[in-house]
């Protein structure tokens, strides 16, 4: 379900890829080690040019030792802390930004480098209902994993703005890579909210069955 909100004679440009078996999200947090050469490479660059990259789920292929095959839709990453360590690998903090379909390849080695379209975060019909359960559904599923941790949180709850909150949840949510990938490549967010409330409807009841098991009250009877 590759995205289709592009038009032939929208501009592109070139971006760097990070192709990785996670899917990144606008506004969302990933932190990264960089030890293979070409990414130091392609990262001493980003820095250098003050630009960003773009994360794609790999689709074919593995992370390590090029020739992984991603796909095309993906999430520029903004670095925001290099810790360089003494054997010349990078430990990085980047931040989601915006998301894009590669149109075709410039290069392939030694990293690969697209001419992309940013894509457009468009409203569509987003159901005020629907937006109100994801948000109680995504608190009460926050609140959940903490009490599965062992800790508590005073105020769970998602950002104000629905599209940031449609991301927020798809990155929190534990799903497959390929479910997040297909949520990330949904053109409207309130198409995006629709698919989000069964989902988060599901993790909240297996959050639910995981709390009551590890409950030390199971099967115990007060009278």
């Known amino acids: 379900m590759e995205d289709a909100q592009t038009q032939p004679d929208e501009p592109t440009e070139e971006l760097r890829l990070f192709p990785l078996n996670v899917v990144l999200f606008p506004g969302m947090t990933m932190p990264l080690r960089i030890f ?20 794609t789920l790999i689709q074919a ?37 915006r998301r894009f379909r590669v149109v ?4 392939e080695v030694p990293y690969l480098k697209a001419r992309v379209r940013y894509l457009p975060e468009e409203p569509g019909e987003v159901d005020p209902e629907e937006l ?12 959940g994993l903490a009490s ?28 497959p890579a390929m479910a997040k990938q297909r949520l990330l490549e949904l053109a409207f967010i309130g198409e995006r909210i629709h698919y989000e409330v069964p ?8 959050l639910r069955g995981q709390i ?7 099967g115990t009877r007060l009278n």
């Open 36 to 55: 293979e050469e070409r990414y130091k490479l392609m990262i001493g660059e980003c820095l250098d040019a003050k630009e960003p990259f773009g994360v």
């Open 199 to 206: 989902l988060l409807e599901g993790a909240n009841r297996r």
């Open 61 to 97: 292929g593995a992370e390590v030792g090029g020739g992984a095959t991603p796909h095309l839709t993906g999430t520029t990453a903004r670095i925001t802390n290099v810790e360089r360590l003494d054997d010349g690998r990078m430990n990085l903090s980047t931040q989601g930004e």
């Open 148 to 175: 599965l941790q062992g800790g508590w949180v005073r105020q769970a709850q998602g950002p104000e703005d629905a599209g940031a909150l449609s991301h927020t949840v798809a990155h929190y949510m534990e799903l």
């Open 132 to 143: 109100a359960k994801l948000r109680g559904l995504f608190k009460e599923y926050l609140r």
């Open 212 to 218: 009551v098991g590890r409950s030390p009250y199971k």
């Open 104 to 107: 075709d390849t410039v290069h």
